[in-house]
């Protein structure tokens, strides 16, 4: 009976560890790749297919002007920004101070 606790507690204390590590890794790249213009490859596009990475709106050619965009309803503005080594075009909203 001892034995049997101690497996079900390691069990769902390995669960949680595993959830937890999931949860941060999905955050965090979508915090990175939030606004994407150009297509994204992996990870990243599956999370963006699965709409946990907003996508911008940004005319993308060879290169990555500065123009106004839109991502999320929100108004911003296209930059081109290095991500795991791999040049991305991203929409970064505006932040209105107040």
């Given amino acids: ?19 937890a590590s999931g949860t941060i890794f999905v955050k965090q790249t979508a915090a990175a790749y939030s606004g ?10 599956i999370l963006q297919q699965a709409g946990f990475i907003p996508v911008g ?3 993308v050619d060879k290169q990555c002007k500065e ?8 108004p911003g503005v296209c930059t081109k920004e290095v ?10 909203p505006r932040r209105i101070s107040r």
Wanted: proline share 4%; with cysteine.
């Fill in 1 to 19: 009976m001892r034995r049997k606790r101690i497996l079900l507690s390691t069990c769902f204390g390995l669960t949680l560890a595993v959830l």
């Fill in 36 to 45: 994407a213009c150009t297509p994204l490859t992996g990870v990243p596009k």
């Fill in 57 to 59: 709106n940004c005319s």
């Fill in 67 to 74: 123009e106004v965009c839109e991502v999320d309803g929100k």
């Fill in 83 to 92: 991500v795991n080594k791999k040049n991305v075009c991203i929409c970064k």
